[in-house]
């Protein structure tokens, strides 16, 4: 998908003010370390608009899912999308341009998970990315409580 | 202000994915066909960020309001300044470019207004507005009820 640096620019401010970036550490022991790391870029809007349409046309991937609240959400949660993504709105960026260094981050830490130790790495860019969200419900996740 | 296409591109994004626009027709009979029409470019975010400052920094005009419920409003309200933001971002705008066009429209109307049936189109375009914003307590204003 070729955009021009204004289409991105357009993407970077609808992310910035609508977006969330965010991953989530779900407990889980089919996982070697304990722990499911579940990243996701989300766009939302009312279900009563299809604004969506016009999004997924620029971007081409990612899927929506619509809530019993009457919002809808677009979700980018596949790894490769998300580093696609990233690479094309990530110049552009103002507000979130730290939320998405992190994302970054943490999915190249991911490949490189050795040990436990590299785990509680991630877990701790994890619970960092929840200090920027301000997020009320923040739980801080790690190996040894 | 000189802004780049890019910083035109971003604000576009930005109004589309969070922004409001919209036209009150307030009845007030201080005023001569009994309303005041009043335009608003309105955008929203958590009290708790400090996101609009950046916002701010790029657009250099409207004003801040904390709301009660934790939601901060970054309002462009003065016709001149609304006029300058159309211009801006209007080339960019994918969803709410009709929205945008009756909003100019309804300005550039509202300056040729000679007689109630003048004034009349401007009603009607308020109430074609809030169709597009699908709004649920929709009024239906008119002259003659």
Partial sequence: M???????????????????IYVQAKKNQTYKFG???A????????S?????????KLIGFGHVRMRKDGVTEYIIGKKEDILNFIDIISPYLILKKKQIMILKQ?????ELVKNEEDFETILQLCNSFQDLNYSKKRKIRTLCP
């Fill in 2 to 20: 070729k955009l021009s640096l204004q289409q991105r620019a357009y993407l970077a401010g609808f992310l910035d003010a609508d977006g969330s």
């Fill in 35 to 37: 722990y499911q790391i």
């Fill in 48 to 56: 009563k608009s299809n604004l969506f349409q016009e999004v997924y």
């Fill in 106 to 110: 943490i999915l190249k830490q991911k």
């Fill in 39 to 46: 990243p996701y870029i989300v766009f939302y809007q009312s």
